[in-house]
C-alpha cells in the first residue's frame, strides 16, 4: 500500500489568478505527483513502509528524504494559498506585529528573504521553541522539522512555481503570492 498520496488541491486551478492554470497542472499534476510516486517507490519493502511521514522525515536521508519532504512542503504550500484575500486572524496579526511591527512588515521581510533564498528552495514563516515566530528559509527539499522549529506558512521558490507566468521577475511572484495568503490554515498552525 502507498503511504503518501497525492491530494487534491484545495481549490480550482483557475481560480488563484495570479498562478495561471498552466503553472498549477505542471505544478501539482506533474512536479508534486512525481515526487509523492517516487518517494512511494523508495519506501516499497523497506522498513519505512508503515512509517508516520514525519519519522520519515525525521530519519531518511539522500533520495527519500529529498522526495517525502518535497511531497511534504508541497501539500503545505498548495493549503497556503487562497483565491480570496483574507483578513489576517487576531492571534496570527498580534503574532506579526510582536515579532515583526506590523502584517505589513512581516510581508515586506517575507518577501526580501524569499527573493534572496538562493537557487532552489521554500521559505517559510515558523514557530520555534520559544513560541516566537520567525522567517526561515531552507535550500532544495529542506524543511523546518529538521531544525525543530513548526513551520506556518511557505511559499515555493523553485522556479517550476513561477517561471511560466513570471519567467525571472520572482519578486513578482512573491508580492502576489503575500496579498494570496491563507490565513486561516496559519492560524491553524499556530496553535
Ligand atoms: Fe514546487
Not at 495570479?18 to 501539482?28: D, Q
Request: hydrophobic content about 40%.
Amino acid at each position: 500500500m502507498a503511504l503518501l498520496t497525492l491530494p487534491e488541491l484545495p481549490y480550482a486551478k483557475d481560480a488563484l489568478g495570479f498562478i495561471s492554470e498552466k503553472t498549477l497542472s505542471f505544478h501539482h499534476d506533474k512536479h508534486f505527483k512525481t515526487y509523492v510516486d517516487t518517494a512511494n517507490k523508495l519506501i516499497e519493502g523497506t522498513e519505512f513502509a508503515g512509517m508516520p511521514l514525519m519519522g520519515i522525515l525525521a530519519t531518511a536521508k539522500g533520495a527519500l528524504f529529498n522526495n517525502v519532504s518535497q511531497a511534504y512542503n508541497h501539500d503545505f504550500y498548495f493549503k497556503c494559498l487562497s483565491p480570496e484575500k483574507q483578513d489576517i486572524p487576531e492571534k496570527v496579526d498580534a503574532a506579526l506585529n510582536s515579532a515583526f511591527g506590523s502584517a505589513e512588515k512581516f510581508k515586506e521581510e517575507f518577501i526580501k528573504n524569499a527573493a534572496g533564498n538562493f537557487g532552489s528552495g521554500w521559505t517559510w514563516l515558523v514557530e520555534d521553541n520559544d513560541r516566537k515566530v520567525r522567517i526561515f528559509s531552507t535550500s532544495n527539499a529542506g524543511n523546518p522539522l529538521s531544525s525543530g522549529l513548526k513551520p506556518l506558512l511557505v511559499v515555493d521558490v523553485w522556479e517550476h512555481a513561477y517561471y511560466l507566468d513570471y519567467q525571472n521577475r520572482r519578486a513578482d511572484y512573491l508580492k502576489d503570492f503575500a496579498e494570496h495568503i491563507n490565513w486561516g490554515f496559519v492560524a491553524e498552525n499556530l496553535v
